[in-house]
């Protein structure tokens, strides 16, 4: 009865949808789906509406109310629109920046969107081709605009689209004004509220003119370029995967001095259906294999794949018997901290007002690094957003020299306010210049940083939950952990519970304290008596819920490292277990 009852919901949603204020292409489509006997496709797409998060919009292509399409990018664009409006109306002029990525459909929904801007009476610089992300967050803060957006939805399979909304600081939207456009968003509840008809004499197209201001403030953040002049023949594999990296990242890398890249032929294709990969994910080793083949045919030093969007770099390089390694986002996070940290030692740099930042997923050897080198490190939650409040919050005070989360994002300058795969490419290139220098491979390095300051091993769970049933799925799950919390996990003993949601920890002595975060979120992490963390949270732009598991294990020399890696491993597999995963 219930399952009849939601198809009847939603085909009377659906049926609205062939009203005449729709296209054809989308009428079409809804009809197809009203007509065929299964209705999970129907349900799916409109048992709900695509809801306008604290970083956007993220889902699948296609009609209803529950996908990503001209309507519901149209109904974000106007609800932002209205909130700009409303929030900046001493302005003469409101100001906006329009990006977008390889997806398909990207294009069409950054034109539409720059269309509802100006016939909202907004200033629009619209890129005339994709570009990173990053450079997005840049051209907001160069510009002056209030507001930017880009349509990309980052890692995620070719199906899906997204639709990230950043505020004037050129970090992505938070408190209060989050939470303000999401209102203004869920008031647009009909097509004839959406102003498509733009403004041409608002929309001003850009493109070279950032690109070349970007890439020379990238270029300032190299720390040793004598390092890369020595070796600037130093072989590199790069690959975008078929997205915007392509754009500017080899460009980068030559402009650093690095005269002896290798892009992959067949993935320098932009190309929204990722033809050569399964996803477009440099978390996943799939991803980097086709760079990795023509690292192994050409004998090269490194291996760097960015994510469609640009923000996001996996890297691989040879381990001591001259096998190709993948290195995951905590392990590039150390070597950035690493090399960032030493040189600023060696080079005098340090002022006694420097900070890191790290979000709470990530690898507690930071904190090591951090706290051995008398530094402050920030913790925060998932996301750059997070680290880029930092960020603003200490400027003028403090002075930032890196960030970085274990889902392979780094930021290592504080004029763009996202992770960047432009610059962390560079600078990944530079540290492995830096250790052959020191007659080290990259793989060395972080061997010496893991004998120096610790070793421990990170493994990511995702459980993936996809569509109505999934969501409910994972939210029961949640529930269930909040309800009966585990007091042992992989044969330890829990001694801290820490909830984000309730913004309260306990400790084994039962002593309960807040935690001083800027607000709730729906986190939950376990730490053992043997320094092992296990984060629990779902997922906030696929429908998945994530298990961070992180247990440290002895390494004393180099030559500690596999066997450290057995323990571990071990470690991880009794988590798994216990978590029943």
């Not at 720059?114 to 997005?136: C, H, Q, W």
């Not at 999401?182 to 070279?208: A, M, W, Y």
């Not at 998932?382 to 680290?387: A, L, P, Q, R, Y």
């Not at 603003?392 to 306010?417: P, Q, T």
């Amino acid at each position: 009865m219930e399952n009849q009852q939601l198809i009847n919901q939603v085909t009377a949603k659906a049926k609205r949808w062939l009203a005449p204020a729709y296209d054809a292409e989308t009428q079409a489509e809804v009809k197809r789906m009203l007509e065929n006997e299964d209705k999970t496709e129907l349900v799916d797409s409109f048992y709900k509406d695509l809801e306008f998060g604290t970083g956007g919009l993220r889902g699948i292509m296609g009609a209803g109310t529950n996908r990503m399409n001209i309507y519901t990018v149209g109904a974000a664009t106007q609800g932002l629109s209205n909130y700009l409006n409303a929030n900046f109306k001493e302005l003469k002029q409101i100001s906006v920046v329009v990006g977008h990525d390889c997806r398909n459909n990207s294009r069409k929904f950054a034109e539409i969107s720059a269309n509802i801007f100006s016939a909202n009476g907004i200033k629009v610089y619209l890129f005339e081709d994709m570009r990173p992300t990053p450079e997005i967050s840049f051209a907001i803060r160069h510009l002056g605009c209030q507001s930017g957006i880009i349509l990309t939805a980052s890692h995620n399979p070719k199906e899906y689209n997204g639709y990230k909304a950043y505020w004037d600081d050129g970090a992505q939207v938070l408190a209060p004004h989050d939470k303000g456009i999401i209102t203004e968003v869920t008031k647009i509840t009909d097509v004839s509220g959406i102003k498509f008809d733009g403004n041409q004499s608002l929309i001003q197209i850009v493109g070279k003119d950032i690109d070349d201001i970007y890439l020379e403030k990238i270029k300032s953040i190299s720390i040793e370029p004598e390092v890369i002049k020595h070796h600037s023949d130093m072989k590199i594999v790069y690959t975008p995967i078929h997205g915007t990296g392509m754009m500017l990242i080899p460009r980068s890398l030559k402009m650093w001095g690095f005269d002896n890249v290798t892009c992959v032929p067949e993935q320098m294709i932009k190309d929204g259906n990722f033809p050569t990969v399964v996803s477009p994910n440099p978390e996943n080793a799939e991803a980097l294999s086709m760079a990795v083949a023509l690292a192994k045919k050409i004998d090269a030093d490194l291996v760097m794949a960015s994510d469609p969007d640009a923000d996001r770099v996996g890297i691989a390089c040879k381990d001591d018997k001259g096998e190709w390694i993948l290195m995951n986002g905590n392990q590039t996070c150390l070597l950035f901290l690493y090399y960032i940290i030493t040189q600023y030692t060696k080079l005098g740099k340090m002022t006694g007002k420097e900070y890191v930042v790290k979000t709470i997923v990530t690898t507690e050897l930071i904190k090591n690094i951090a706290q051995k080198n008398h530094l402050e490190m920030m913790d925060c939650y998932t996301g750059f957003k997070w680290i880029a409040r930092e960020v603003r919050l200490n400027e003028g005070k403090k002075a930032y020299i890196g960030g970085g989360e274990e889902s392979y994002g780094f930021m290592a300058e504080d004029f763009v306010r996202d992770k960047d795969a432009v610059s962390a490419c560079c600078l990944i290139g530079e540290v492995a210049a830096w250790a052959k220098e020191q007659g080290k491979s990259l793989y060395e390095l972080l061997l010496d940083i893991y004998v120096e300051y610790g070793f421990s091993k990170n493994a990511t769970v995702n459980v993936v939950k996809p569509g109505k049933s999934g969501a409910e799925e994972i939210k029961n799950m949640m529930n269930d952990f909040r309800k009966n919390p585990p007091h042992s996990l992989g044969g330890h003993k829990v001694t801290l519970w820490k909830d984000y949601k309730t913004l309260k920890q306990i400790d084994i002595a039962g002593r309960i304290t807040r935690l001083d975060m800027p607000e709730p979120s729906n986190v939950l992490q376990y730490f053992t008596s043997d320094g092992a963390k296990v984060s629990v949270r779902p997922s906030g732009t696929e429908p998945k819920i994530k298990f961070y598991l992180e247990v440290p294990a002895p390494m004393n020399v180099r030559e500690d490292y596999l066997k450290a890696n057995e323990i571990a491993d071990k470690e991880i597999e009794k988590l798994k277990a216990s978590l029943g995963i």
